[in-house]
């Protein structure tokens, strides 16, 4: 088993919907959860990191963490087409040796 | 401008030869990391290193080798031994126990 799944299934959704996506990940001693955004052909950039269990928000992006199910989800409000990218879910005991996701494909329609 | 910088932006290896690709930061961070990505296999760890002239083995790190003589320097050869080389290589940094961040990537094709 991976230690983090994450359905790589692309996603499409109209401008201005919400974007969910998940992962779960196996390992109990994991607690630092992190959400990258990867646009084509080039390097991920840190959309959010956290280290705990609920909620944490960033302008339109929230983060949610439930430890006692092993899940890590990730929502985008009032999606825009600027968001279409591959969404890389990780975590990790500390950051040396992080398991990442296979990652989301977003598509956000005009 | 601080940020980790990668280069080439597009390699070609020929059959049997050692090719390096480069990873310059300078951000002042100890730890630096080596990735594979594949298409819809997600980010592979082939080696890390947390303090100048020490590095350890990832996930994947049979037909690369790096070193680490400087601290804004880690460079990945990948070798001939690695048959299978054609892919997006990401390098990245951080503070101890701090967030990851990536450079812009390196893809190697074979010829």
């Known amino acids: 088993q991976k230690e983090v799944e994450q359905d790589p299934g692309p996603l499409s959704v109209p401008e201005g919907a919400i974007v969910s996506l998940n992962c779960t990940y196996s390992n109990s001693a994991f607690q630092y959860f992190m959400w990258y955004r990867q646009y084509s052909r080039k390097g991920p950039e840190l959309l959010m990191y956290t280290y705990s269990s609920g909620n944490k928000e960033d302008g339109r992006f929230t983060a949610q963490v439930d430890k006692s199910s092993k899940y890590i989800s990730l929502f985008i409000r009032d999606s825009q087409p600027s968001d279409s990218a591959t969404y890389l879910c990780?975590?990790?005991?500390?950051?040396?040796?992080?398991?990442f996701g296979k990652g989301n494909q977003v598509v956000v329609i005009p | 401008d601080g940020g980790i910088t990668q280069s080439p932006k597009y390699l070609f290896r020929k059959e049997g030869q050692n090719v390096t690709l480069s990873c310059e930061q300078n951000?002042?961070?100890?730890?630096m990391y080596w990735y594979r990505q594949d298409p819809g296999q997600g980010l592979r760890l082939i080696y890390y290193s947390q303090i100048v002239n020490d590095f350890q083995k990832g996930d994947i790190a049979e037909g690369y080798s790096v070193s680490r003589e400087k601290k804004e320097s880690f460079p990945l050869t990948v070798t001939s031994a690695q048959k299978n080389p054609t892919a997006f290589y990401l390098c990245a940094s951080s503070a101890l126990g701090e967030k990851l961040f990536f450079g812009s990537g390196t893809q190697l094709s074979v010829l």
């Open positions: 990780a975590s990790g005991e500390g950051n040396n040796r992080l398991a």
């Open positions: 951000l002042n961070h100890d730890a």
